[in-house]
């Protein structure tokens, strides 16, 4: 029988805490947090191991991108509605509205993307995962899903082929 093989993952443990606010032109969402879960998709071919991606690696994978998230403050460096300053350990982030915060650095997370949205985050995960799973790039595999929740059915998916 000829099909496609699809594994899917979600752990207790693929979950991050996070504090983050989503800002742009004439908008500021106050500073919230979430307690986030990530689940993570493979499809592909099954190997002669029987296989199409060995549980262990996708697993290892999403701990430890989990992991670099938690208990932060996520900041949106690309953001253009945020100047961000990073200096003698502390982050500066003001925001259009004249609103500003100053955290010690080691409460952030200082992430290559736009606006913490949920969206973005399951991009920057997914990329995150792409460069640290070798599987992905030995396994014949053809697409690799993150979803990422803020709460109980309100997520948001990003895919890319591979």
Known sequence: ????YEVFVSKDDFKFNAAHFVAYPGFRERLHGHNYRVSVRVEGDRGPDGYVVDFGDIKTAARSVCGELNERVIVPMKSSSVEIRVEDGQVAMTC??????SLPEQDCVLLPIEHSSAEELAAYV??????????LHTRRLSVLEVSVAEALNQEARFRVDL
Do not use: T, W
């Open 1 to 4: 029988m000829k099909g496609q």
């Open 96 to 101: 259009e509205d004249g609103s500003s915060f």
């Open 126 to 135: 997914c990329q995150r995962i792409v460069d640290s799973m070798d599987a």
